[in-house]
């Protein structure tokens, strides 16, 4: 399986890169997974669900099963975090999987960046940054694509692994 991350400081464009990736690279054929880190509490399921009384009761993992999706909620109950090696093991296999967050891992990534956020950038600290995608021209030792230029980004993923 081929990995590219898209990675940034928070609201800087990030989860919008990676959906419109997503749809630009299932046009063309592709089979894409996503891997997305959060840094807070989440939960993907509501209190008074079935699934939930079974986690609240003790359950180490429940699988939601319906016929059109599976969910699998995995409760760490004090246990350190899976890296992102084991999350990548757990996946099915398909052509690409974008990895959203995790930017201190080794694999190749874009930066996406908004003038707005107030944030610097990763990029030039941090060799793993492939490129930028940003919302105003910048001037880095690697490629710079406006941040809603799509197509661009994923000719550039494309072309980086082979695909």
Request: charged share 25%.
């Amino acid at each position: 399986m081929k990995l590219y991350g898209v990675t940034g400081w928070k609201n800087n464009g990030k989860t919008g890169l990676m959906e419109r990736l997503v749809a630009e690279f299932t046009a063309r054929g592709l089979t894409v997974s996503t891997l997305k880190h959060a840094h807070h509490a989440t939960d993907v399921d509501q209190p008074g669900t079935d699934s939930f009384r079974h986690r609240t009761a003790g359950a180490a993992e429940v699988v939601l099963a319906s016929p059109n999706r599976v969910a699998i909620m995995q409760e760490l109950r004090g246990a350190a975090e899976p890296s992102l090696t084991e999350l990548l093991a757990r996946m099915r296999p398909v052509d690409l999987i974008l990895i959203e967050g995790f930017k201190r891992e080794p694999h190749p990534k874009i930066e996406a960046h908004r003038t707005e956020a107030g944030k610097p950038l990763i990029a030039p600290d941090d060799p793993t940054i492939r490129a930028v995608a940003s919302d105003t021209p910048l001037t880095l030792d690697r490629p710079v694509f406006d941040l809603d230029d799509t197509k661009g980004v994923a000719d550039f993923i494309a072309v980086e692994l082979g695909l």
